[in-house]
């Protein structure tokens, strides 16, 4: 009786072996580019990944067995990790944009000052740093293949990805927050795709004494893109920001070089949907804020008065496109949510807790003895006297010193589980963005709401941005700091060129939204917010949307832009609301801020800054002087 003998076919790269998947059958491109950074990385065998189930319980098994992710047996296929506390954020000292020109990566920045719009770095050094870091780096371990889709897989909106990784803690996260599968593969055919390579900088045998089994190289973390070749690589980091290449790097970065080439925006924003219950109207708008705004609260909102129903399309990036009528539509990039925990809770974002009760990961998060996540703002959501283990791994309970949570722990969870996710958040045309909202945290000031006279003096106010946060610097507690666009982190090309994109777009046939600016955050002189926040925003929401809507009684003009007029927005219901604090243009402060823009944008791209966007500033200098 003859055996039958099954060879078991095993595909090679060279020597290394093909641990799964069918590398024969990738795209030409796709194989190429395998190849090449196969022999640069050396991995010991390659792992064509498919972002199913079933890959994902076989990795996390690894993971739980090896200690990196634990599971959280209060819910459902839940799990927590800690990474090395060297590697808990995003690096921006260590973010860069190469390309030739270095005008083409960043503005003209005045002479002596701090470039904070983004960092070129030259070719030729890039090669040195690159070559300091990548040869050999996957040396015994192995390179996982992540085919995955910005956007829902072949919307004429989406843009594809390759992502090599050797974390498979890394995988786990992509299939969240991106689209990971191997229809990737028929759609991309023998398109071009974005090319992102990820290394934890640590080859075996370790050098590197690992914490919290979290392999990482701190001190050669580098997050290199390369638009001309729309390329990533990053290297040293397995903290969310600067390794799940699909967020900040691709859906930005370089999202937005691809944008500015094709006529369209990839931008820092949420996407929601709210429908006015009486008549089924239904608006969307898009929202920039810079961090602890309060971006993800808002984009998933519970209103506090009846009548309004708030749906969530997105909540961090949105990529805006306009059709063939002249109208914009916007997508959702991502897939899932990776929202800051810290002060997350029922009371801040029902929605988003309800998200991430099952299938989601929780980074640097404390962990109750119930098998539950913790961190500060749930001293309400749980027992009083729980033993918690902190994300330092340390014994705590709630009222001792210390915190539980790191300030940047995250949540990573599936943005279909949301409970008011849209019905259209995966819709291949995306969703009609009839108002754009900057924002940002103005204790002085800026009035809680207001709307610009045009799409040059919107787009100027959102270069303008600015929101009070904590420096950087020691003791220096809090500062009013620039984000313009809420984009200074992620830029991916000259800032200035960035604005005369943007004006560029106020063209037939483009309808352009209207752009407003919104302040949550403003202070009565006893130091009290003097608005209630949170759900109450519907009312601002609201007023912003009968305003899109051509409701002309309701604003009246003001220096610096529309105003609402007295008593109408909804105040009903609320406590004793200060309208004319709340509302009052103070004309120093805003002859300050004024001069603070100027001297900002001359400082950090003075050449490059269209002079429609001096015009603007001009103009409100004036209408605020003659006040
Ligand atoms: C949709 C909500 C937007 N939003 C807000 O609108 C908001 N407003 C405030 C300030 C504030 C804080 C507390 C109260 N009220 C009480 C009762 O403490 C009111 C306003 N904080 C806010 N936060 C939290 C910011 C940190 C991420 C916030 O997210
Ligand atoms: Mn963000």
């Not at 972002?51 to 690894?62: F, L, N, R, V, Y």
């Not at 903290?239 to 944008?259: D, E, P, Q, T, V």
């Given at each position: 009786?003859f055996?039958?003998?099954?060879e078991?076919?095993?595909?090679?790269?060279?020597?290394?072996?093909?641990?799964?998947?069918?590398?024969?059958?990738?795209?030409?491109?796709?194989?190429?580019?395998?190849?090449?950074?196969?022999?640069?990385?050396?991995?010991?065998?390659?792992?064509?990944?498919?972002?199913?189930?079933?890959?994902?319980h076989?990795?996390?098994?690894?993971?739980?067995?090896r200690?990196?992710l634990?599971?959280?047996?209060?819910?459902?296929?839940c799990?927590?990790?800690?990474?090395?506390?060297?590697?808990?954020?995003?690096v921006?000292?260590k973010?860069?944009?190469?390309?030739?020109?270095?005008?083409?990566?960043?503005?003209?920045?005045?002479?002596?000052?701090q470039g904070?719009m983004?960092?070129?770095?030259?070719?030729?050094?890039?090669?040195?740093e690159?070559?300091?870091?990548?040869?050999?780096?996957?040396?015994?371990?192995?390179?996982y293949?992540i085919?995955?889709?910005?956007?829902?897989i072949?919307?004429p909106?989406?843009?594809?990805?390759?992502?090599?990784?050797?974390s498979?803690?890394?995988?786990?996260?992509?299939?969240?927050?991106?689209?990971?599968?191997?229809?990737?593969?028929?759609?991309?055919?023998?398109?071009?795709?974005?090319r992102c390579?990820?290394s934890?900088?640590?080859p075996?045998?370790?050098?590197?004494?690992?914490?919290?089994?979290?392999?990482?190289?701190p001190?050669k973390?580098?997050?290199?893109?390369?638009?001309?070749?729309?390329?990533?690589?990053s290297?040293?980091?397995?903290?969310?920001?600067?390794s799940?290449?699909?967020?900040?790097?691709?859906?930005?970065?370089?999202?937005?070089?691809?944008?500015?080439d094709?006529?369209?925006l990839?931008?820092?924003m949420l996407?929601?949907?709210i429908t006015?219950?009486?008549?089924?109207?239904?608006?969307?708008?898009a929202?920039?804020?810079?961090?602890?705004?309060?971006?993800?609260?808002?984009?998933?909102?519970?209103?506090?008065?009846?009548?309004?129903?708030?749906?969530?399309?997105?909540?961090d990036?949105?990529w805006?496109r306009?059709?063939?009528?002249?109208?914009?539509?916007?997508?959702?990039?991502?897939?899932?949510?990776f929202?800051?925990?810290?002060?997350?809770?029922?009371?801040?974002?029902?929605?988003a807790?309800?998200t991430?009760?099952?299938?989601s990961?929780f980074?640097?998060?404390?962990?109750?003895?119930?098998g539950?996540f913790?961190?500060?703002?749930?001293e309400?959501?749980v027992?009083k006297?729980?033993?918690?283990?902190?994300?330092?791994?340390?014994?705590?309970?709630?009222?001792?010193?210390g915190?539980?949570?790191?300030?940047?722990?995250r949540f990573?969870?599936?943005?279909?589980?949301?409970?008011?996710?849209?019905?259209?958040?995966e819709d291949?045309?995306?969703v009609?963005?009839?108002?754009?909202?900057?924002?940002?945290?103005?204790?002085v000031?800026?009035?809680l709401?207001?709307?610009?006279?045009?799409?040059?003096?919107?787009?100027?106010?959102?270069?303008?941005?600015?929101?009070?946060?904590?420096a950087?610097?020691?003791h220096?507690?809090?500062?009013?700091?620039?984000?313009?666009?809420?984009?200074?982190?992620?830029?991916?090309?000259?800032?200035?060129?960035?604005?005369?994109?943007?004006?560029?777009?106020?063209?037939?046939?483009?309808?352009?939204?209207k752009?407003?600016?919104?302040n949550?955050?403003?202070?009565?002189?006893?130091?009290?917010?003097l608005?209630p926040?949170?759900?109450?925003?519907?009312?601002?929401?609201?007023?912003?949307?009968?305003?899109?809507h051509?409701?002309?009684?309701i604003?009246v003009?003001?220096?610096?832009?529309w105003?609402?007029?007295k008593?109408?927005?909804?105040?009903?219901?609320?406590?004793p609301?200060?309208?004319n604090?709340?509302?009052?243009?103070?004309?120093?402060?805003?002859?300050?801020?004024?001069?603070?823009?100027r001297?900002?944008?001359?400082?950090?791209?003075?050449?490059d800054?269209?002079?429609a966007?001096?015009?603007?500033?001009?103009?409100?200098e004036k209408?605020?002087?003659?006040?």
């Amino acid at each position: 009786q003859f055996h039958e003998v099954h060879e078991i076919v095993v595909q090679k790269l060279g020597h290394i072996p093909i641990v799964k998947g069918d590398f024969a059958h990738l795209p030409n491109k796709v194989q190429r580019f395998v190849a090449a950074w196969v022999q640069e990385c050396r991995p010991r065998a390659v792992y064509i990944c498919d972002g199913s189930d079933e890959e994902a319980h076989e990795i996390i098994h690894k993971l739980e067995e090896r200690g990196l992710l634990h599971k959280l047996r209060k819910y459902e296929e839940c799990y927590i990790c800690r990474t090395d506390p060297a590697d808990v954020a995003r690096v921006e000292s260590k973010t860069f944009v190469t390309t030739e020109d270095k005008y083409d990566s960043v503005a003209h920045v005045r002479e002596g000052v701090q470039g904070i719009m983004g960092q070129w770095m030259s070719p030729e050094l890039m090669e040195v740093e690159m070559n300091n870091r990548f040869p050999g780096c996957m040396a015994g371990r192995c390179m996982y293949i992540i085919p995955f889709s910005m956007g829902p897989i072949g919307s004429p909106l989406s843009k594809i990805g390759v992502q090599l990784t050797d974390s498979n803690y890394v995988l786990l996260c992509m299939r969240i927050m991106t689209r990971v599968s191997p229809k990737v593969w028929e759609v991309l055919g023998d398109n071009e795709f974005v090319r992102c390579v990820h290394s934890m900088g640590c080859p075996r045998p370790v050098q590197r004494k690992v914490i919290n089994h979290w392999p990482c190289n701190p001190e050669k973390i580098l997050i290199a893109h390369f638009p001309e070749i729309r390329e990533i690589c990053s290297y040293g980091s397995g903290y969310g920001g600067n390794s799940l290449l699909g967020k900040k790097c691709f859906a930005l970065r370089i999202a937005m070089n691809i944008a500015r080439d094709e006529g369209w925006l990839a931008e820092h924003m949420l996407i929601m949907g709210i429908t006015e219950e009486k008549t089924g109207r239904e608006t969307f708008i898009a929202a920039a804020f810079p961090s602890a705004c309060g971006k993800t609260n808002l984009a998933m909102l519970n209103p506090t008065i009846p009548g309004f129903k708030v749906r969530v399309v997105g909540d961090d990036i949105a990529w805006m496109r306009f059709d063939e009528n002249g109208e914009l539509y916007g997508i959702n990039p991502e897939a899932g949510f990776f929202g800051v925990a810290p002060g997350t809770n029922m009371k801040t974002n029902p929605n988003a807790m309800l998200t991430c009760l099952k299938n989601s990961i929780f980074t640097n998060v404390g962990e109750t003895a119930d098998g539950g996540f913790y961190w500060e703002g749930l001293e309400d959501e749980v027992d009083k006297n729980i033993a918690i283990t902190t994300w330092l791994g340390e014994n705590w309970r709630i009222g001792q010193p210390g915190k539980a949570a790191h300030p940047n722990a995250r949540f990573t969870c599936p943005a279909g589980q949301c409970p008011i996710i849209h019905p259209k958040w995966e819709d291949p045309k995306g969703v009609p963005i009839s108002a754009i909202i900057f924002g940002g945290r103005r204790p002085v000031g800026v009035p809680l709401v207001y709307e610009a006279f045009s799409w040059e003096h919107g787009v100027t106010v959102g270069a303008c941005v600015k929101s009070e946060a904590t420096a950087a610097a020691e003791h220096v507690g809090k500062q009013i700091m620039h984000d313009p666009m809420a984009m200074r982190p992620f830029m991916g090309y000259n800032f200035g060129k960035y604005l005369g994109h943007w004006l560029s777009l106020n063209k037939a046939p483009h309808k352009v939204p209207k752009i407003f600016h919104v302040n949550w955050f403003r202070l009565n002189e006893k130091g009290q917010f003097l608005w209630p926040g949170f759900g109450d925003n519907i009312r601002v929401l609201d007023w912003v949307i009968r305003r899109v809507h051509e409701e002309e009684s309701i604003a009246v003009k003001s220096p610096i832009g529309w105003l609402p007029k007295k008593g109408s927005i909804n105040m009903d219901g609320l406590g004793p609301v200060d309208w004319n604090e709340l509302f009052s243009l103070p004309k120093h402060y805003w002859e300050d801020d004024i001069r603070e823009s100027r001297r900002f944008l001359e400082d950090q791209a003075n050449g490059d800054v269209p002079p429609a966007i001096w015009k603007e500033l001009d103009e409100l200098e004036k209408r605020v002087k003659e006040g």
